[in-house]
């Protein structure tokens, strides 16, 4: 039996605790030893691949890491997230790559529409997804989050929350 219903639920549920500014349920979503990362563009053709040598948009290794960054946006450190944003994010097309036991792989886009309170403008991020989900405790979580941005030339902050 195919796992793609759960992982599309799991998916879901993450742009929800995004949307819904639910970090402690969004972070629970992650392992423990997570990567979260999103690279840059080292060309209009070629995205970087290596997080530890190149140049990242956002690069978080560890929950820990991302524990970190929720605690800046919601403790008042980061002024660019005062007041977040409204964010409404849509996935589709998600395609199980790989599907094994105890290890998916997912494949997704994913759009993010992003109201900034402060200065009244909207943008549209969107990105091509790859999740990689572990089996753990009986539910599944997400080992590695890997976010290819599309349209990286960034009229705006950017932060988890908007992607």
């Not at 840059?40 to 820990?64: K, N, Q, Y």
């Not at 996935?91 to 900034?116: C, D, K, Q, Y």
Request: glycine letters at 2%; charged letters at 25%.
């Amino acid at each position: 039996m195919s796992a793609l219903p759960e992982a599309s639920a799991l998916l879901f549920a993450e742009a929800a605790a995004l949307d819904e500014c639910r970090w402690a349920d969004w972070l629970a979503l992650f392992t423990e030893d997570c990567l979260y990362h999103v690279p840059a563009w080292r060309d209009e053709v070629t995205p970087t691949t290596d997080p530890r040598t190149e140049i990242s948009i956002i690069h978080c290794a560890g929950r820990a890491q991302l524990a970190e960054r929720i605690q800046r946006i919601t403790g008042g450190r980061s002024v660019a997230s005062l007041p977040l944003p409204r964010t409404a994010h849509v996935v589709s097309n998600i395609m199980l790559v790989e599907e094994g036991a105890a290890a998916l792989r997912v494949n997704s886009l994913w759009t993010s529409h992003v109201f900034n309170v402060k200065r009244q403008d909207q943008h549209v991020f969107f990105s091509r997804v790859e999740h990689r989900l572990v089996r753990e405790a009986d539910t599944w979580r997400i080992a590695r989050r890997h976010a290819l941005l599309l349209n990286d030339r960034l009229p705006t902050m950017l932060d988890i929350y908007s992607l």
